[in-house]
């Protein structure tokens, strides 16, 4: 049998798949909870960038970073976090810790070169 926390873990990422960010965030949060996992946080982090919070996406993406050891994702929507807070700097350090991970990721390559220009 499945654990609720693993259940709720997938309802989330089913709601994320459907665009519904607000309900992802809210099962991912719930499964968090009781088991912290860098992808949960990650998760939490995209839907509420989705949701244009920022602030807290950084609070969940940073976790996620920190937690994670494969987390070039999480640095990633970290960055864009800071960038739409107004963290220019700082968002290039992490799109440069992405790229030190995963030095091919094209998402953190493109928006790198997009913002030092």
């Given amino acids: 049998m499945e654990s609720e926390e ?5 309802e ?3 709601a994320m798949e459907k665009g519904d960010f607000a309900t992802a965030a809210e099962m991912l ?3 968090a909870e009781t088991t912290p996992h860098f992808k949960t946080y990650e998760c939490i982090g995209e839907c509420l960038l989705e949701e244009g919070k920022f602030r807290e996406a950084v609070f ?3 976790a ?4 994670g050891n494969k987390s070039f994702r999480s640095y990633y929507f970290l960055a864009k976090a ?3 807070l107004g963290n220019l700097e ?3 350090i992490k799109l440069n810790q992405a790229l030190s991970i995963k030095p091919d990721y094209r998402s953190a390559k493109d928006l790198l070169n997009k913002i030092s220009d």
């Fill in 64 to 67: 996620a970073a920190g937690l």
């Fill in 60 to 62: 969940y993406l940073s």
């Fill in 90 to 92: 700082l968002a290039k």
């Fill in 6 to 10: 693993y259940i709720l873990y997938q």
């Fill in 82 to 84: 800071l960038l739409e």
């Fill in 12 to 14: 989330g990422r089913n």
């Fill in 29 to 31: 949060k719930r499964s």
